[in-house]
């Protein structure tokens, strides 16, 4: 089965986190880094699943360990924003349209499945 290659959309890092400024006193890199990337994920998404930054691009942009990455990127996943997938990479959740019935995403191409 041949790999398909999917072009990104997202900006560079650099203009996607343009308003960005230093944790504030007081304030931990994971919490501000975490509250930084929820802004921008919810921001940028899309109708469809698309890759998203890499915990290493990520660490060398903020200045931060990469498990501190890491971390944020678990968290994410666990609010339903990110999905990691195994040899795919990181993808970027769709927004999923509410209606009433209850419907959950799938990570591979962002297809809609009832439940």
């Given at each position: 089965m041949r790999?398909?290659?999917r072009s990104t959309e997202l900006p560079p890092l650099k203009t996607a986190l343009s308003g960005f400024r230093s944790s504030p006193a007081g304030q931990t890199q994971?919490?501000?880094?975490?509250?930084?990337?929820?802004e921008m994920t919810e921001r940028l998404r899309?109708?469809?699943?698309?890759p998203f930054y890499s915990t290493r691009e990520i660490a060398v942009f903020f200045h931060v360990p990469q498990p501190v990455g890491v971390q944020v990127y678990r968290e994410l996943e666990s609010e339903g924003l990110l999905v990691r997938l195994r040899h795919v990479g990181t993808l970027l959740?769709?927004?999923?349209?509410?209606?009433?019935?209850?419907?959950?995403?799938?990570?591979?191409?962002?297809?809609?499945?009832?439940?």
């Open positions: 790999r398909v290659r994971t919490y501000a880094l975490l509250r930084a990337l929820r899309g109708t469809e699943a698309q959740q769709p927004r999923v349209p509410v209606r009433g019935d209850k419907i959950t995403t799938l990570a591979s191409g962002g297809r809609l499945a009832l439940r």
